[in-house]
C-alpha cells in the first residue's frame, strides 16, 4: 500500500524559513523522480519542484527559484523542501507526489503552510 | 494565470456525458503526448485519472477517457454519477524540466 506523508508545515512570518518533509512506503521510492506541488486556498494547482531519483538533478519553479531548496534521503525514504525567505504568496497546501514519466501517480494528503505577520 | 486554459465549470445530468477541455501551445500540450488530468474532490488531495493523454490507471472506471487534437486535450465523462461532482485539472509536460496545471474545472452534476 502506497503512503505519502507530509509534515512540517505550520504558520511563519514573512521572510522566515520551513522544512517540509514526505515519507514515503510501498514505493520503490529510489527509482522515482519526486515533485512537490502546492495549492494555495481556493486556488489550482502549481507544480514547485522536482528532483531525479537520485538526487542528482533538481528544477524549479520561476516562482521558488532561489528560495526553495529540494532534497531526498533515499535510505529514509524521504524527500524534503526547505522553503527560505518566505512570501505571503507562498500560503499554500503542499502536497508531494511521485512522478512517473511525467505523471503524478502517488499523492500525499498535503500539509499547510500559511506565511502570515 | 495557469499556463494551460479550462473551463472554471462545466455541469451535467447524471447519466449524461461531459467533456473539459485543456487548451495549451506548440510547446506543451500540442508538443508531448504527456498530458494528465486529476481529480480532486473538496478538501482532499488530487487523484490521477488519466495519464499519457488516453491512458487509465487501474482502478480508474472506464467511464473517463481522454484524447487531444493539437494543441486542445479533452477530458470526457460518460454516464456521469453524483462521485464524480469534483474539481478537474490537466497538466502536461512542457519541455526544459517543466511541468503545467490548468487552471482547474468544476464539475456540478445536476
Known amino acids: 500500500q502506497v503512503q505519502l506523508v507530509e509534515s512540517g508545515g505550520g504558520l511563519v512570518k514573512p521572510g522566515g524559513s520551513l522544512r517540509l518533509s514526505c515519507a514515503a512506503s510501498?514505493?520503490?521510492?529510489?527509482?522515482?523522480?519526486m515533485s512537490w506541488i502546492r495549492q494555495a486556498p481556493g486556488k489550482g494547482l502549481e507544480w514547485v519542484s522536482y528532483i531525479s531519483s537520485s538526487g542528482s538533478t533538481t528544477f524549479y519553479a520561476d516562482s521558488v527559484k532561489g528560495r526553495f531548496t529540494i532534497s531526498r534521503d533515499n535510505a529514509k525514504n524521504s524527500l524534503y523542501l526547505q522553503m527560505d525567505s518566505l512570501r505571503a504568496e507562498d500560503t499554500a497546501v503542499y502536497y508531494c507526489a511521485r512522478e512517473s514519466v511525467w505523471t503524478f501517480d502517488y499523492w500525499g494528503q498535503g500539509t499547510l503552510v500559511t506565511v502570515s505577520s | 494565470q495557469s499556463a494551460l486554459t479550462q473551463p472554471r465549470s462545466v455541469s451535467g445530468s447524471p447519466g449524461q456525458s461531459v467533456t473539459i477541455s485543456c487548451t495549451g501551445t506548440s510547446s506543451d500540450v500540442g508538443g508531448y503526448d504527456y498530458v494528465s488530468w486529476y481529480q480532486q474532490h473538496p478538501g482532499k488531495a488530487p487523484k490521477l485519472m488519466i495519464y499519457d493523454v488516453s491512458k487509465r490507471p487501474s482502478g480508474v472506471p472506464d467511464r473517463f477517457s481522454g484524447s487531444k487534437s493539437g494543441n486542445t486535450a479533452s477530458l470526457t465523462i460518460s454516464g456521469l454519477q453524483a462521485e464524480d461532482e469534483a474539481d478537474y485539472y490537466c497538466?502536461?509536460?512542457?519541455?526544459?524540466?517543466?511541468?503545467?496545471f490548468g487552471g482547474g474545472t468544476k464539475l456540478t452534476v445536476l
Open positions: 510501498g514505493i520503490a521510492f529510489s527509482d522515482f523522480y
Open positions: 497538466c502536461s509536460y512542457a519541455g526544459s524540466s517543466l511541468r503545467e
